[in-house]
Each structure stands twice: as C-alpha cells, then as structure tokens.
C-alpha cells in the first residue's frame, strides 16, 4: 500500500477531475455538459457530482456514478423502493484486475439499498461475480438496455410480466 | 442493384434471426430474451420483434430496433407526444459507409414522430449527419445514457431544466 490512499471518494466537479475524466471510456454528454456548466458558471467549481472515485496518489484510476432514485419511479424492485442506479463504473487498463471495480460496486452496496446498473454486454462475468442477476427483459420498459440487479436481503425483482 | 431488394423490413421472431442477430456487436439480454421465449414456447415463431433490418439477398446486413413511447411518459419533446426510441442501429462492417444506416434513419423519420436515440459515444459524427442532436443532460431523467433528439417541424426540445 506504501501509504498511498485508496479510498472511494465523492468527486468534485473542477477542471482537474473533468481532465481526468478524459482519460475513461465512457466519456459522452454527462461529462461534456459538467464541463460547459462549469465554464459557463452554471455550477460552482467544486460542485458535486454524481461521481465516486479511487486515486492512487494523485491520479484517478477507477470512478463510476451512483444516483438514488426514488421509490415512485421503481419498476424493478418488490417491493417498490428507493434504488441507487449504477453507471461508467471502470478502472483505467493498467488498474484492472486489482480490485478496485470491486471496491467501487462494495461501496455502492454499503448504501443498503438495491442496486441496477445497464453495464456493456462484456462486462456480464464481472457483474456476475459481484452477485448482480440479470433481470426480465421487458421491451417497454427495458429498450436498449441490459439492465442488471442487485438485490439486498428480502428484496425481489417485480415480476408483473406484463404491463 | 442487380436485382437485390435493399428495403426496411420488419424482423419477425424466428431461429434464423436470432442467429443472424449473434453477428451484431451490440447483441444483449433482449436477444437473449427473445431466444428463450421461442425455445420455451412463450411466443410464437415468426412473432413479431420491436426489430427493422435490410437483407441482402438473404442476410441481414443492417438493423434497428424502435419501440413507439406513449406521450405519457415523454419527458423530452415539446409538446409532450408519443415519440419513437430507437436503439442498436447497426449495419455490419462490410456493409457499412454505403448507406444503409441512413436508410434505416430515413425509415424511422418516416413515421413523423419526434425519436431520441441513446447512440455510443463514438456514433455522434453519424447521428449529427441525420439531423439529431444533443438533449440538454439531466442527470436524474438520462443517468448513463447520451440522449440524441430528431425533431420534426413544430417540436422543440422541452426546457424545464428543474424537475
């Protein structure tokens, strides 16, 4: 460990994290409208995000995004209830393998609440292993998305078939 | 042309499909889905899928899929009204740059309703070509997705920031 810290930490929104943010793959409009919001003075520098990271010193190795959403918008969980949604988790290419995607979905889970996430189709043994299910695909409400679960004790997934 | 048909065509449910599908990059649960549904008796062969494609000769070289949103849950487009998401366009790489995906965008718009589509990052070139262009990002409505919105005369993007 040699002191270095890797903790998961709430990201701030300034322009040493948003250059940082370059560096993922998963860089689209989110990020682009944090970056115009934060030149145009729309938020403050330092503002939150719905971002969580690990630096190893100074450098950001691995983020995702959490957001919590509310109960009445819960099409996936019984009984209905407030759910973090999970989003860009990755680890920089020279970081995997070393736990740290690991210790971002643990800390998402530390919240107690279910969790969905809609990850890309080659990251399913990984998400497998975390203990996240694949749930019913339903067309109208699913579309193009892959969506994953992870129930905490004495949570099911909703299973009206049909809407 | 020599005689090939290069239409949009629906894509009913069937074995050949499903197979053609597995050439796609973006083959996910809803494939998945719609193999086990047919394996299992739960629809009917050649039943039909949210799925458009352009077949050559007898493959099936590009495809989409576009499910109709009631304006009910339309929080994008002013005024609120049924609109069209459209997902997993994809024209397979030896088909591309002829304009087969502009074929498949072309039919879509052709429906005269307003679309969103939630493209990978590295599409936007594409989808500004088609006319679309960027929501305005809200962290709580789009989360992980990159929203692109078409906008027939007469609608406009809605505004309400604040939600």
Do not use: C
Not at 4 to 23: A, C, D, G, H, M
Not at 49 to 74: E, H, Q
Not at 132 to 153: C, H, I, M, S
Request: hydrophobic share 35%; net charge negative; charged share 25%.
């Amino acid at each position: 460990m040699m002191g270095t810290s890797t903790q998961v930490q709430p990201l701030l929104i300034n322009y040493k994290t948003l250059e940082e943010f370059k560096r993922f793959k998963e860089y689209g409009i989110q990020e682009l409208t944090m970056l115009e919001d934060l030149q145009g003075n729309i938020v403050e520098n330092n503002s939150e995000s719905p971002f969580f990271g690990i630096y190893i010193g100074n450098a950001l190795v691995a983020r995702m995004s959490l957001y919590r959403v509310s109960a009445k918008y819960d099409h996936y969980f019984e009984p209905p209830q407030d759910y973090l949604e999970l989003w860009k988790l990755e680890v920089l290419k020279d970081y995997q393998g070393q736990g740290y995607g690991k210790q971002l979905v643990d800390f998402a889970k530390s919240f107690e609440l279910p969790i969905k996430t809609n990850p890309r189709v080659n990251s399913h043994n990984f998400w497998e292993r975390m203990g996240f299910q694949k749930a019913t695909y339903k067309v109208e409400r699913d579309l193009g998305e892959n969506p994953l679960l992870w129930l905490p004790q004495g949570v099911e997934e909703q299973n009206d078939k049909e809407e």
